[in-house]
């Protein structure tokens, strides 16, 4: 009997965000993979580290993470290829994602390859937006607010189109496109209500506004705006 294959969304960074659901995975799992830089440790794993039983299989799916090389066809193809043999053998397979699985997720790239000839099982996780809300200490939406997620780097129109038209944005993926984001915020006369999560929920958490923010960003940070500054408004 064929393995199952879990793909399990970690969460934002706090270990401690992972559902009861992703940590019975974990433990059940007796092969447990996750994306990692070249070289160096994974963020995925070491949010799920204090949960890990021992004993398992660990497979480091090693990939370049600049943007331009992002997502690389090869990687996956090899990483799927060596999962499905661990699930042909019968062996469970968690697959560790950074935040939900489906948002941008690292997973979903696997997902493609393996989910027509293996069982797959997705577990959502807590998405960077959520977790950037709650360390503001604002909502993101409310009543019939339409709620945006925009990655950063997009160009300055296609940016503006997309924030001249919703009430409230998370814009993922800020890093080196912080100064672009900020000219086009201020273009819209949004720059003073926006807000800026860094590392949302793990121990090097920064929240500042927006404009006060001095570059460069680092990848994990994010901007959250509200047209009418706070969703209760």
Known sequence: M??????????P??????????????RRAAVVAY?????GESLARSIAAPHLPG???????????????FPAAEVYDEAAATLGLRLEA???????CEGDPFVYGSFLYLFERLAGRHRVE????????????????LPLAARNDVLALIPAPLDAQRLTAQLANCEAAAIVKLGRHLEKVRRVLAG????????????????????????A???????????????RGAAWR
């Open 188 to 211: 819209l006369g949004l720059l003073e209500r926006a807000h800026y999560v860094e590392r949302a929920s793990m121990a090097a958490e920064r929240v500042l506004p927006l404009a």
């Open 13 to 26: 960074g706090d270990p401690d965000l992972i559902t009861l659901k992703a940590l019975k995975a974990l």
């Open 90 to 96: 019968g062996h469970d397979v968690a697959v560790l």
């Open 35 to 39: 994306p990692a830089p070249p070289e």
């Open 122 to 137: 997705v577990i959502p996780g807590v998405s960077s937006p959520m977790a950037c809300a709650a360390a503001l200490g």
């Open 55 to 69: 004993g398992q299989e660990e497979i480091a799916i090693r990939m370049s993470l600049e943007p331009a090389r």
């Open 2 to 11: 064929s393995g199952v294959l879990s793909g399990i969304g970690v969460g």
């Open 213 to 227: 923010v001095e570059p460069p960003a680092p990848y994990f940070s994010m901007a959250i705006v509200h047209r």
